[in-house]
């Protein structure tokens, strides 16, 4: 690894013509090896996914001309995890709500609380209005923060303050400091337990086939990033950091080689 040092790049003199579209993508992704950066001279966004034949070419072009990049910022896993608490909290449906608790207790949690939303319609649509509204809010917040100025206005409109969303009263039960996830377990190992040993291999079957099925879920859809955001999240959870990152904070860019 190659340290190069950096200045922070400069506050824009003049709009520029922003790759809006690359630029929503890439403060969404928050997969381990990519890395996003903003070219302030042409709006276009350079993307460096490590693997990618690629890359070191556009290591290098990053690298040689500092002052015109700009890292951008995803939305962090955690941030991210925090949307769907929210939203979760704001289902009125007590069935639905229970069980999108469920859902985003534990690794995997991104892509079993959609998973839960595809039979919910309506629901699906109000929680990807209310992501598509912080992603866009985070997105004008970083542009702000660093001085961007777009030559044009961003296709979803002028933008505004997400607004809370009213919280619904009622979660399920659970025992003492248990997770729902927990809860459910103990009660699954409490039901088995009870059976006799005579129906003991349908059950076995019946998990074997469950376990099975999980594992045969199909890839999210093109456009929808919950196995990036559940292997970040996970990171965060078991101790690790958010994600590797090519510049620090200090602004000082790390070339992998």
Not at 199 to 219: M, N, Q, S, T
């Amino acid at each position: 690894m190659t340290t190069l040092p950096s200045t922070t790049p400069p506050r824009l003199a003049s709009p520029i013509e922003l790759d809006w579209d690359a630029l929503e993508i890439a403060v969404e992704r928050n997969a381990p090896d990519t890395e996003s950066y903003l070219d302030l001279t042409t709006g276009r966004v350079v993307v460096i996914m490590a693997g990618d034949t690629e890359a070191p070419a556009r290591r290098q072009q990053v690298g040689d001309n500092l002052r015109n990049y700009l890292r951008v910022e995803p939305a962090s896993s955690r941030e991210q995890y925090r949307w769907m608490e929210r939203f979760v909290g704001s289902v009125s449906d007590e069935a639905l709500r229970e069980r999108l608790i469920i859902s985003i207790d534990g690794k995997g949690a991104f892509r079993r609380f959609k998973d839960v939303l595809l039979a919910y319609p309506a629901e699906r649509e109000r929680w990807f209005s209310y992501r598509a509204e912080l992603l866009h809010w985070h997105i004008h917040n970083w542009l702000g923060q660093h001085g961007v100025v777009s030559a044009s206005p961003c296709p979803w409109g002028p933008p505004q303050a997400p607004q809370d969303l009213p919280a619904v009263p009622g979660r399920p039960v659970v025992h003492g400091t248990e997770s729902p996830g927990e809860a459910l377990r103990r009660q699954a190992r409490e039901l088995v337990e009870a059976l006799p040993a005579i129906e003991l291999p349908g059950v076995i079957a019946y998990l074997e086939f469950l376990r099975a099925r999980a594992g045969e879920r199909p890839p999210a859809p093109a456009g929808e990033r919950d196995d990036e955001l559940d292997a970040a999240h996970d990171r965060v959870r078991d101790g690790g950091g958010e994600r590797p990152a090519m510049a620090d904070d200090a602004g000082t860019l790390r070339v992998l080689t």
